[in-house]
């Protein structure tokens, strides 16, 4: 088990050496200006609710089924989008998975 211990830290020093190890905060840091913490809370809740407008437009014109599956993916983009911003402002949750 001892050999199996050396092992884990040699490999642990040769991926730091190689930048291999992900940074903590999945997401990045802050930007350091309030105008760039809340550009990028904008554009994360705006992209999520793109993605979720767009995934039920295209499902409701495949499956004919207008306007149902276009306002649950517009709710479902909303909800991301708002769990998008909480993340960015509450890191360690992410972290610690």
């Not at 793109?50 to 599956?69: E, K, N, Q, S, Y």
């Amino acid at each position: 088990m001892a050999e199996d211990d050396g092992f884990e830290k040699r490999l642990r020093q040769a991926r730091a050496r190689q930048g291999m190890d992900p940074k903590p905060g999945l997401n990045g840091p802050l930007p350091s200006s309030n105008w760039g913490v809340g550009f990028r809370a904008g554009v994360e809740v705006v992209s999520a609710l793109i993605v979720g407008v767009a995934i039920g437009w295209f499902l409701d014109r495949w499956l004919g089924t207008w306007p149902w599956l276009f306002l649950l993916f517009f709710v479902f983009g909303g909800v991301a989008g708002v769990m998008n911003v909480f993340r960015l402002f509450n890191p360690r949750n992410a972290a610690k998975k």
